[in-house]
Nanobody, 119 residues
Framework: QVQLVESGGGLVQAGGSLRLSCQAS??????IGWYRQAPGKQRELVAS???????NYADSVKGRFTISRDNAKNTVYLQMNSLKPEDTAVYYC???????????????WGQGTQVTVSS
């Protein structure tokens, strides 16, 4: 059974840190993206990592978030530091692929994990 399971969300004060995990089962992880969706807003891509380890970040999280992978554990992580209230959202892991122009094309979604940053 193909499955992506996110974990690690929670409530944290501004300036704090969280590490999200995305563990895959039923397939080997390739290109992975982390998205987030805040109430009333569109889902946005915040970080992605290719099967070769190439990473990309949204401008809003550059220098604060780090995406990484452990292929042996079939898991991708999102380390989030210096969190801000505007980072509050449901964070989703996605098993997609990078297209010809280097853009991440979403595929299979996880169920999401809530991140809440208090001011």
């Amino acid at each position: 059974q193909v499955q992506l399971v996110e974990s690690g969300g929670g409530l944290v004060q501004a300036g704090g840190s969280l590490r999200l995990s995305c563990q895959a089962s039923g397939f080997s992880i390739g290109d992975i993206g982390w998205y987030r969706q805040a109430p009333g807003k569109q889902r946005e891509l915040v970080a992605s990592i290719s099967s070769a380890g190439r990473t990309n970040y949204a401008d809003s999280v550059k220098g604060r978030f780090t995406i990484s992978r452990d292929n042996a554990k079939n898991t991708v992580y999102l380390q989030m530091n210096s969190l801000k209230p505007e980072d509050t959202a449901v964070y989703y892991c996605n098993a997609g692929a990078f297209g010809r122009l280097g853009l991440f094309v979403p595929g299979y979604w996880g169920q999401g994990t809530q991140v809440t940053v208090s001011s």
